[in-house]
Nanobody
Framework: QVQLVESGGGSVQPGGSLRLSCAAS????????MSWVRQAPGKGLEWVSS????????VYADSVKGRFTISRDNAKNTLYLEIDALKPEDRAVYYC?????????WGKGTLVTVSS
């Protein structure tokens, strides 16, 4: 069955960096675009970034452009999100999700907190 497991979250000071990972299994990872979506406390889901199956096409939300970098290693079935210059408003649970005509499978998320 499809499984997506995020890791790498934690507490970071403003201006710091983190690298989130999403280990995928149960499907042909390289055949699917993947996305990162986040949910801040008390707020709705916010799409962050997406990457095509081969990795050649990438898009970002304006709110994270220039600070976040999405990437994937299809040999390792793993999706990444590098977060730099963290801001307090980046505090959220970060989810990875598979695209198949829509975001059809989601991981359980990893929490990123930003505090001084």
């Amino acid at each position: 069955q499809v499984q997506l497991v995020e890791s790498g979250g934690g507490s970071v000071q403003p201006g710091g960096s983190l690298r989130l990972s999403c280990a995928a299994s149960g499907f042909t990872f390289s055949s699917h675009a993947m996305s990162w979506v986040r949910q801040a406390p008390g707020k709705g889901l916010e799409w962050v970034s997406s990457i095509s199956g081969p990795g050649g096409s990438i898009v970002y939300a304006d709110s994270v452009k220039g600070r976040f970098t999405i990437s994937r290693d299809n040999a390792k079935n793993t999706l990444y999100l590098e977060i730099d210059a963290l801001k307090p408003e980046d505090r959220a649970v970060y989810y990875c999700s598979r695209w198949d005509g829509g975001l059809d499978y989601w991981g359980k998320g990893t929490l990123v907190t930003v505090s001084s």
